[in-house]
């Protein structure tokens, strides 16, 4: 009985890797069904359009990975990200463009640190909290606009992320040094360690002396830069802000995160298990447009993977609670 415990940890860490490798086969599995429906989707090129299409998505769900193994959500960051670009794209016409886009990461950060403030304060739940300031986001980008498209930003702004570094578009390297970065920090610093542990058993950290308010409002503020990082360089990409940036941005980034296997109740996931789920996320979008199909099924198919991703999170956290039971009935 004694040789049961290691064997069941050594489970529950190779179950990361399981899932990757699962995110991984349904992935290689898209791009089969896609290369012979459309051989023309397999090449070099359309290969970077996407990843470009998915480098903003793929920039804020690395900092959702991040809030949500803390234990937390923000349901506000495509209202957010609509934010940070149109005060970047703002910012633009009377500011250097790197302080621009400063200015944009700055706005980013400081609604997320209000957003966690709420959070930890009213001690209500983070999806209440944040489904009101998603509406309050959306409806300051729309005074702030007037509901019209920011243009007339300068070239200066715009070359921050036009440009490619070996053939990759700028904002793919930003996001892939970005993935570097948080999978650092996540399995080789303190602050990671840390976030698990807030994620795991908030109570039992606040017991033994972790700071965990100050790590909790820490990850909604970082959780706000990036999603302001990855608005500015939208705002940057495109030449211009539209009040419409962001919409549904929720559900991507939420879908990513999750089905990338990371727990919905904290305390469990990894970098690269969401990379793959971004990647696979873009093959959906752009495969039902290179097929020809109705493109409302993408929401339907994306609904469907996190419907299926929460369900699975669920039965195996209750799997291995009952495993935990039945070995503390054993030592007894």
């Not at 397999?42 to 949500?68: D, E, K, R, Y």
């Not at 080789?188 to 409002?217: D, K």
């Not at 991703?309 to 209750?318: I, M």
Request: proline share 4%; charged share 10%.
């Amino acid at each position: 009985m004694t040789t049961q415990t290691p064997v069941s940890a050594k489970v529950e860490r190779l179950l990361p890797y399981m899932r990757n490798l699962g995110m991984l086969t349904a992935l290689l599995i898209a791009l089969l069904v896609l290369g012979l429906r459309s051989p023309g989707y397999l090449t070099l090129s359309n290969f970077l359009v996407v990843a470009q299409q998915m480098a903003f998505i793929g920039i804020v769900a690395l900092g959702m990975t991040h809030l949500v193994i803390t234990g937390y959500l923000d349901l506000s960051i495509g209202s957010l990200f609509a934010l940070c670009a149109v005060t970047a794209a703002f910012c633009a016409k009377s500011v250097p463009p790197i302080v621009a886009l400063g200015l944009g990461i700055g706005v980013g950060g400081l609604v997320g640190w209000i957003n966690g403030a709420l959070v930890w304060r009213i001690k209500l739940s983070p999806i209440i909290i944040t489904l009101g300031t998603l509406s309050i986001l959306r409806g300051l980008v729309l005074l702030l606009t007037g509901g019209f498209q920011v243009r007339g930003v300068p070239k200066e702004f715009a070359e921050l992320t036009q440009g490619n570094l070996l053939g990759v578009p700028m904002p793919v390297c930003v996001m892939l040094a970005l993935a570097a970065v948080a999978y650092f920090v996540l399995k080789q610093t303190t602050l990671g360690r840390h976030s698990y542990a807030i994620g795991g058993n908030r109570e039992a950290c606040m017991t033994v002396g972790i700071p965990v308010r100050r790590l909790v409002l820490g990850s909604f503020a970082l959780n706000g830069c990036i999603v302001g990082l990855s608005g500015a360089l939208a705002a940057s990409r495109f030449g211009s802000a539209s009040p419409s940036f962001g919409v549904g941005m929720e559900l991507d980034a939420i879908t990513a995160v999750i089905l990338g296997g990371v727990s919905l109740n904290g305390g469990e996931g990894n970098v690269p298990g969401v990379l793959l789920a971004v990647a696979l996320i873009g093959v959906i979008n752009s495969g039902i447009v290179a097929l020809g199909i109705d493109p409302h099924y993408a929401d339907i198919a994306k609904g469907i993977a996190l419907l299926v991703a929460v369900g699975l999170d669920q039965l195996s956290l209750e799997a291995r609670e009952r495993y935990r039971k039945l070995l503390a009935r054993r030592e007894r």
